[in-house]
């Protein structure tokens, strides 16, 4: 067991800790680039300079972190949300139409998930071993018939960050839309071996309703 | 028409943007980041410092222009080795499965493209107007079936994406090959609307082959 005192120093390291990643969080929404100073990271956490190098080697690790903390936590609540389906199919929709929404409901953590690229579909935390599992499943139970697993999850995984990609850059006249989105999961669903006509049903059930996903709420965006 | 010496200065001006840009495209591919001084890109390109900002306002600029300085050449290599093919069907193929397979021929090129990330897809240069092209030509031709065009390179243009990245981030156990490529393709163009068959013969043919992309040649990599 710890002392008091120790357990009063691990609780403010956590604190100094948290409040790093959320201001690269910040950062990453709000400026859409890692290429700023650590002084400028440090200015935003509220926290001394010679404290980020107590938590972080680089800024690249603290850009990880503060990304994966977000990632995860939003993979979390998606698997919260679908905790009554079993049909992997409508878990893989849920997945695809929930993740393609971000770029509406939080453009924060979707601008975040960009800008991080094709990266965090390799990445062993976040969406990707989520997005892993939910392929295997359809594939053992026969209800997916694309055999490799790799290449389901590149075309799932690279098809919702193409299309976050392009609700973000859309200026109104091509733009994508939630229907899309529902769309795409519809489409991928047929890649992966559904006929058409039960994709399409299945990508339009109600959705359920994501707790807010966390992470950074720029001015004028609903929390 | 402009006089000689004019002309000189012209060329001089020239060749120091392209020894910029080339000094760009091979920081990318060698240290995969941009966050590099000034300094070492003139450095790089054995120019003064000073002569950056006759061309360039900001570091982001020129590492756009030498991104989409080396996709516009990889773009028309493909364009013109796919001269003789008039099927839009096999034009997407020869395009996926091409640069699906330049994680194998051209890591440097792959990588650059990955760093991009899915940004490319909605450039108006490089690879996307290629795409753009070939996916509306095949929706009015009747070939495929997949109405919205985003959609379609959203899915065509996120899963090659998504492929490079786990093609060059591959351990071997789990590693993606020029195999996968082709049934990548398959699967892509069954998922734009042709029937299983067909997509699998069509991605199977011989592969044109392009001339050696150009860009960042990194030490032990064939030119």
Known sequence: MSSPAIGRVDRRK????AALIAAGQRILADRGTTEVAVQDITDEAGVGLGSFYNHFTTKSELFEAAVFDLLDAFAAGI?????????????VAIGIRSTCRL??????????LVLTGPEFLVADRGLAPLASRDLRQGLAS?????????LALAVVGGSVLAFLQMRLTADGSGSVTDADADLLAATLLTTLGLPAAEAAEIAHRPLPVLDPPPGPTPQGEPS
């Open 79 to 91: 698997d919260a949300a679908r905790a009554d389906v079993q049909d992997p199919a409508e878990l």
């Open 14 to 17: 956590a604190r100094t800790r």
């Open 103 to 112: 770029a509406a409901t939080r453009p924060a953590v979707a601008r975040v």
């Open 142 to 150: 026969g209800r997916f018939t694309l055999a490799r697993p790799a």
